[in-house]
């Protein structure tokens, strides 16, 4: 254990890198699902190490062939980077034991151990974006999980899969174009990629001075604002959620777009330190403009789908919405609600998205209107499914109020009403569609189409049945959630300038 | 001359940002979809300049330790740059497979006749 210990943030990525290898290699699902399940099984063991480290004595540093920083590359891993950590990793670990048969129902055979050697790719990349403190180091893994995840994507069965991965490559080079260009702006000024050492070089004496700051401020929240879907730069979303296969859904809700926001609130606070730049450029001020269209146009777009995956993506962007503008109030209680929602948002939507999972597995449709009375065939997952529903509007009890209770609080403290009243009347949007969708769940008769329907085998149903019981205990133990978010938020906040 | 100093200092700058440029409007305005991937790789070409410029100062030699050398040019752009150049490689091949397989499908590869097919169906 202790020649392992002080290596665990590299473990953490070269494990399922070598994984996804080995996955390859194998050419026959079982296997190769085997090996993906042994690695996700593995990595919230080593991130919640990790996690418990950093909060104990601080951020870990790594330093990668013994290169001391910031010459060589540095993994960097602080509360927030363990808490994300952790998400990332217990998500895929939960969610993992519903891949064999959704994917063996979804996915053509010969292609199922290259979908377990991309998952496993896509999961170096995701947890290798959180672990590194190097600037470039991070594009590179952006690239790693983008990649990885268009081919995930494209490996849905209907043919727009294709053209949903298409354009999400499109989008997502040009975003990791532009966050690369913003990077290297930086790297002009600082002559430095380590996150560290470019925050120490980025003192306080350029403020107002410089404006390529500025503009690599902006390359880079423009470039990660693609890949987090921030409207309106979310166009590639919903047809990417809506075609991929199910599974792949639920992880890319839960994992991709978390990924992403951790990277700005990276740059945003430990990095540029909100202050220097703030000021020339009202960064603050355009990112709560654009969380708050998002959380009305997105809801107001979800109520008039008629895809039940289609809804819940709409639905992801103006969640999304609530995460940024937490990032975008910047204070104590915004920031722990934003960070919060990461978590709350990551565990209800993996449940949603399995439960449609579920859904197609029994009855090959996801149309809402093939799913009058479905609650009555498959009652357990319909409940799981309700109950995230409920934390998606934030019922009190479940933790989408708590999110939403700590984002009010930030409101208030900057003593802006409105916000407070915008937060709770979008919530009432989400009531909207998701009690168009519980009505026609739960209270019309079957059809026809759903005789032979029922609950999904058990290796499907626990996951569901777990995510969904985590939304409703996190809505009343929150010392994991909000506890650990207000740690890493106050880290964050005392790092601004 | 100052205007002039700026534009003999700095024309290598133009020539990134006019790269960007084209290759970006390529993306947006184009429907055909192996032009937009040449587009994007015009795009992530210019990012390559805009690494690899700096890293070179004239007279400059490798960065070896010995006396007779003093002004050392930065090998590393060059070599993040060498990582760049992987990705953008794998994000073109990737992005005409794709195409490829989007033709065996719709038997085209312009956008607006494939969203036309799909509003049909």
Known sequence: ?497 | MPALSIITDHYHYAITVFLMMAGLYIVVARGNMVKKLVGLSIFQTSVYLLYVEPGKIIGGTAPILDPAFTVYSNPLPHVLMLTAIVVGVATLALGLALVVRINEAYGTIEEDEIFEMDRDT
């Open chain 1, 1 to 497: 254990m202790n020649a392992v210990w002080p290596h665990l943030p590299i473990l953490q990525v070269v494990i399922p890198l070598f994984g996804a290898v080995l996955a390859g290699f194998l050419r026959r699902p079982g296997p190769a699902f085997a090996v993906a399940l042994v690695v996700s099984w593995l990595m919230p063991l080593i991130a919640g190490a990790m996690l418990w480290q950093a909060l104990a004595t601080g951020p870990i540093s790594y330093h990668i062939g013994s290169w001391p920083p910031p010459w060589g590359i540095e993994y960097r891993v602080d509360v927030l980077g363990g808490f994300v950590l952790v998400l990332v990793s217990t998500v895929g670990a939960v969610i993992m034991p519903f891949a064999r048969r959704s994917v063996a129902f979804e996915v053509e055979e010969a292609q199922q151990p290259w979908f377990y050697c991309m998952y496993l790719l896509c999961l170096t990349g995701l947890l290798g974006i959180v672990a590194t403190g190097d600037a470039f180091n991070a594009f590179v893994f952006l690239e790693v999980s983008s990649l990885s995840t268009y081919v995930l994507v494209a490996l849905g069965r209907d043919r727009r899969a294709l053209l949903a991965a298409f354009q999400y490559l499109i989008m997502g080079t040009i975003g990791a174009t532009f966050y690369i260009i913003g990077v290297g702006l930086l790297y002009l000024l600082t002559g430095t990629l380590n996150m560290v050492d470019m925050a120490a070089r980025l003192g306080p004496e350029w403020a107002g001075h410089s404006r390529a700051i500025v503009a690599a401020l902006a390359f880079i929240t423009v470039g990660v604002s693609l890949k987090l879907a921030l409207f309106p730069l979310h166009a590639w979303l919903p047809n990417a959620y809506a075609y991929a296969p199910s599974w792949v859904t639920a992880f890319l809700a839960a994992t991709a777009t978390k990924v992403a926001i951790y990277v700005l609130v990276r740059f945003f606070f430990s990095i540029f330190g909100i202050a220097i730049d703030f000021r020339d450029l009202p960064v603050a001020e355009i990112i709560l403009a654009l969380s708050v269209a998002a959380m009305f146009v997105a809801s107001l777009i979800a109520v008039f789908q008629t895809d039940l995956k289609r809804m819940l993506a709409y639905s992801s962007v103006a969640q999304i919405g609530y995460i940024t503008l937490g990032i975008g109030l910047a204070n104590q209680a915004g920031l722990t609600g934003g960070l919060v929602h990461v978590v709350n948002h990551a565990l209800m939507k993996a449940a949603l998205f399995l439960a449609v999972g579920a859904i197609f597995f029994r009855v090959r449709s996801v149309q809402l209107s093939d799913l009058a009375g479905i609650g009555r065939k498959m009652p357990i997952t319909m409940t799981a499914f309700t109950i995230a529903c409920l934390g998606l509007v934030g019922t009190p009890g479940t933790s989408g109020f708590i999110s939403k209770w700590y984002l009010a609080t930030g409101a208030f403290d900057k003593g802006w009403w409105l916000l407070v009243f915008l937060i709770v009347g979008s919530s009432l949007i989400a009531l909207v569609y998701v009690g168009r969708v519980l009505e026609v769940v739960w209270l019309r008769e079957p059809s026809a189409a759903l005789e032979n329907a029922s609950d999904p085998p058990l290796s499907m149903l626990l996951p569901l049945v777990v995510l969904a019981a985590a939304t409703v205990y996190f809505g009343f133990e929150t010392q994991w959630t909000a506890g650990i978010a207000g740690t890493a938020a106050k880290d964050l906040i005392g790092g601004l300038r």
